[in-house]
DNA sequence: GCTAACTACCTATCGACATAGTTAGTTGCG
DNA sequence: CGCAACTAACTATGTCGATAGGTAGTTAGC
C-alpha cells in the first residue's frame, strides 16, 4: 500500500525513470521506506495499468530509450487522497525486543555483542539523520533544493518544516533504542557478577 | 525468520498445539511478533519437517484430537543458535514517518487528526505496557508466572529482568512516538495561521 | 437439548519483499 | 580505443504476511 504512494510523493514533483526512482531510494525517501528495484518496476508497471502514471519512451543517447513517468490526474487524486488519510496502524513485529524478551537464553558476552550492535545500528542512523537535518538547515540539501524549486513560495516553508519534523523523528527514534540498549548493558553487567 | 523462532521461545518452556500458540500470540510474544493462525500453523508443519519440532496427536474431547508440538534436540539447538547470533537490521519501512515527510499535501485539519490518532495509537499501547509492567513488577502476571514455574530459581531473576527490560523499551519508543506527534501538531499550527 | 461461544485446524489467494541474477546501452578516462 | 563504471530495465524464485474464508468437535448456560 506504501510504495505506489512513496513513488507517487516523488513523481508529483517532476517525472521520473525507474532507474532515477531507484537512485531516490536509495537516499532520500529510502530513508524511511526502502524498496530495491525489483519491486519499483514492477510497481510502476502496475500504477501504469491502474492509470495512476503515464510512461512515455524518451530518447538516451544515440540510440537508447528509457521510460519517464508522469502522474496523471487520477494519480494526483489518488495520492493526495492518501495523504489525508488516516494510517492503519500494523502490529509489531520487532525481532530486536522479540529477542531481548528471551535475553536469558543467550550467553551474556553474545547478549552483550547484540546491544552494542544495537546502539551502533542506531548510533549509525542519528549520525546519518544529524547530517540530514544539517543539510536541510543550511540549505545546502541537493535533495531538499531540487524539490523547493517545484514549490511554490508559499508552500516552501511548509515543505522544509516537514521535512525537518520528520528527521527530528527518526532521531527521537534513535536516541531512544540507544538509550535502551545503553540500559541493557547494565543490567546484564548487574545479572552476572 | 523471527517466526520460527518466536515459536520455538515458547515451545521451549512447555509443548503446546497451535491453537495455544496462536492465542499466545494474542497476547505475550504478539506484544512484540504478531503472526495470524493462517501462518502460525504451516509454520508448525514446517518446522516438524525440518526436525525443530515432534508433534502427537492427544485426545481432546470424548472424540476428538488435537496436536502438541515439543522441540527437539535440534530445535533447542536452533533456537539458543539464533539467540547466540547478532541481528540483522532491515532497511527502515516506516509509513509513519513516510506521510510526515509530505504533509504539505494533506488537509491541516487531516494532518492533525492522524498525529493526534498517531498520540492515540501509541498511548493505547503506553497503557497496556505499563500494565504488563506493573503486573511482572507485583508477581501478578499469569504469562510470566507460567514461564517461571518451569524455570530454574537461578534463571527466574534473569526471565523477571529481560522482560522488564523489553516492556520498558516499548515504553521508551511509545513516549518518543507521542512526543514528536504533539511536536507534529505545534508545527501545524505554527504553519497554519 | 439447543445454541452460542470457544477450541482446533486448515486452505486459498494476492501482493510484499528479499535475493540473485540477466541484458544492453552510455559515458568518462587514461 | 578499450575498459570500467554507470545508467536502464527486467526476470525468477521463494518466503512472508494480510485477509478471508471453511470445517468440525467441545463446553457451558439457559
Redesign the pocket.
Known sequence: ????NALLALLVVEPM????L??KFESSVGHV???????I??????MEANGLLEGE?IP?????????YHVTAAGREAFTSWMNTPL?Y??T?DPAHLKAAYLEWAEPEAAREQLRAHIDHHAGLLEQWRETVKEIEDGTSTMLNRRLAHTSAADQEKTRAYKLFTYEGLMSQAEAEIAWAKRGLTLIDRLND
Open positions: 500500500m506504501s510504495l505506489p525513470t525507474g532507474y532515477d531507484h537512485k521506506w526502502h524498496a530495491p528495484d525489483s519491486q518496476y514492477p510497481a510502476l508497471k502496475r519512451d538516451w543517447g544515440p540510440r537508447g530509450t528509457k521510460r519517464q492503519e500494523a502490529r513485529r
